[in-house]
């Protein structure tokens, strides 16, 4: 008697338009269910803030993978948001085992991409970069992000807003339901 082997779910991020797939259907992203919920509202964000924080998530990437070496040479009108990582990283000194990575729940059926995933203090934590003020929607954004990385039971892995500051200046926030 054979026995029917279930396929591993196909998961697809289209980078460009910010969508998700799963076995080729389309599925929802973190911020569409946040939306959705009523807890982001757009008309609170423009082009020019959108466009900074891609900047700022591109470069603080680059900082992580070596790419950036001296951020004094660093030309871009997001250095001040860039040097508060920079200090970020020079004083909690993180271990990123994910950084920049889409992921899909086949259980629940959205998907989302976390920015930083590794630790902090010691302990397993997800980090969400902020070039912007701190919103209360974003514990549900590492809350949906923590779900996606199921590798652990819920609560165990802390979850932070990383808010970078146009000063060159942070501040990391636990997002721990207080």
Known sequence: MSRAVASAPVFRYNADQHEYFLNGSRIKGITELLTEAGLIREENYDAK??????????????????????????????????????????????????????KASPRYR???????????????????????????????QTALQDILWDDLPPGVR???GLYLKRTGKFR???????
């Open 49 to 102: 803030s959108a466009a900074r924080g891609r900047l700022v998530h591109q470069l603080c990437t680059d900082f992580d993978l070596g790419v950036i070496e001296d951020l004094r040479r660093c030309d871009t009108p997001v250095k001040g948001w860039i040097l508060g990582y920079a200090q970020f990283t020079q004083v909690v000194r993180p271990v990123w085992t994910v950084i920049e990575e889409a």
């Open 110 to 140: 959205y998907g989302g991409r976390v920015d930083r995933l590794g630790r902090l203090y010691g302990i397993e934590s997800i980090v969400d970069l902020k070039s912007g003020v701190c919103e209360r929607w974003h514990g549900v």
């Open 158 to 160: 802390k979850r932070y």
């Open 172 to 178: 990391l926030i636990p997002h721990d339901g207080s």
